[in-house]
Each structure stands twice: as C-alpha cells, then as structure tokens.
C-alpha cells in the first residue's frame, strides 16, 4: 500500500505560481508513473501532467507551457510547478502513483486561482 500525501495548494492570484508535493509513504523506484489530476465539483477526474521512471513526460493541452511535473526519487516525492495560474485551474489536485496496473491516490489539495 502506498500512502501518498499532497502539499502546496492555496489562494493565489492570477498569473501567479504555486508548487505543489506529493510525498510517498514508501521508494517510488522507476517503474511507478507518476501524476497529477484535478477535480472541480460535478466534473470528472482529469488528467494534468505524468511522468515516467525515465522521465519522460506528458501534459494536458491546458496547461502545457505553464506547468512543469518533476520527481525526486531520493526524496521519493513528485512536484507540479504551476506558473501563470488562471482561474480555470482552480480544483483540487491530486496526485497518484501507478505501478503494475495498480494506481494509489493522494487525499488532495485544493488550489483556488482568484483575484
């Protein structure tokens, strides 16, 4: 089981930049992806960002350019770096880890984008 905890949400105003955390209970070794989701009340899941062992990532349409996901396998932890924050890309964020078919979420983090 693998525990996974976000950080880094709040109040920011638009254009402006958070970074969130998600920190694992256990080694996320190379061959867990990981990524982030967002979801606004009566919305489905989405997908924003992943990335694989070997780093190579993927990103939603509407965010590509603005944000930038990482990982720390050291720190077992992965970040989404958001920048140019707009009020669109309020929801609350979630990461998940995926390894072998079996996928483990975050509780999440609300991030609210106003003015």
């Known amino acids: 089981q693998v525990q996974l905890v976000e950080s880094g949400g709040g109040l920011v105003q638009p254009g402006g930049s958070l970074r969130l955390s998600c920190a694992a209970s256990?080694?996320?070794?190379?061959?867990?992806?990981m990524a982030w989701y967002r979801q606004t009340p009566g919305t489905q899941r989405e997908v924003v960002a992943s990335?694989?062992?070997?780093?190579?990532?993927n990103y939603a349409d509407s965010v590509k350019g603005r944000f930038t996901i990482s990982r720390d396998t050291a720190k077992n932890t992965a970040y989404l770096q958001m920048h140019g924050l707009k009020p669109e890309d309020s929801a609350v964020y979630y990461c998940?880890?995926?390894?072998?078919?079996?996928?483990?979420w975050g509780q999440g983090t609300q991030v609210t984008v106003s003015s």
């Open positions: 998940k880890a995926v390894r072998g078919g079996l996928g483990f």
């Open positions: 256990i080694i996320i070794d190379r061959l867990y992806v």
């Open positions: 990335i694989t062992g070997r780093g190579s990532t």
